[in-house]
């Protein structure tokens, strides 16, 4: 390594956001799961809420 390499700033990242969903929700801050970076809304492993039905009796 040379003195120039030891003294660059390290580059600036776009910070992480939810991938939940289609488009993605885009929320910061997420947290880091196996499946991606979710926010708190959506974490990783639980399933989307299904809207029920009425059962005939």
Known sequence: MT???LNRP???KPPKV???GNPRCGA???RQ???GFFCADHP?????PR???E???
């Not at 990783?44 to 989307?48: H, K, Q, T, V």
């Open 55 to 57: 059962q005939e009796k």
């Open 10 to 12: 390290a580059e600036d």
């Open 18 to 20: 939810c991938e939940y």
């Open 51 to 53: 809207p029920t039905t």
């Open 28 to 30: 910061v801050p997420v």
């Open 44 to 48: 990783a492993g639980r399933p989307a």
């Open 3 to 5: 003195a120039a390499t």
């Open 33 to 35: 799961y196996i499946g």
